[in-house]
């Protein structure tokens, strides 16, 4: 049975930060992408950031550039998520994805075949 299961996230006041990790267990992802999306109360599931296989190349919202990296480390097949200089817009759960066919539309929540349950991230002042 394949597992993500996500960890990292708290309370954090505005301009703090934290680091999201999320644990894949039941297989490997080692040669597939894996990504970070959230969803805020009221809105729609959005894409934060995505990596590849190899680490070497990343995706990232708009909303995040420069204050987000997301990483990965294919031996523990568990990808992380940096969060510094967190805004109050940034208070969401945050889900871990992982693709599991190789077939992947990086910023596109339907492409992604394995999800976690979610880890809260509130920021406030």
């Known amino acids: 049975q394949v597992q993500l299961v996500e960890s990292g996230g708290g309370l954090v006041q505005i301009g703090g930060s934290l680091r999201l990790s999320c644990a894949a267990s039941?297989?490997?992802?080692?040669?597939?992408?894996m990504a970070w999306f959230r969803q805020a109360p009221g809105k729609e599931r959005e894409f934060v950031a995505a990596?590849?296989?190899?680490?070497?190349?990343?995706s990232y919202a708009d909303s995040v550039k420069g204050r987000f990296t997301i990483s990965r480390d294919n031996v523990k097949n568990t990808v992380y998520l940096e969060m510094n200089s967190l805004k109050p817009e940034d208070t969401a759960v945050y889900y871990c994805?992982?693709?599991?066919?190789?077939?992947?539309?990086?910023?596109?929540?339907?492409?992604?075949?394995?999800w976690g349950q979610g880890t809260q991230v509130t920021v406030s002042s």
């Open positions: 990596i590849d296989w190899g680490g070497g190349h990343t």
């Open positions: 039941g297989r490997t992802f080692r040669r597939n992408a």
């Open positions: 994805a992982a693709d599991g066919d190789g077939l992947v539309a990086w910023g596109t929540s339907a492409s992604y075949d394995y």
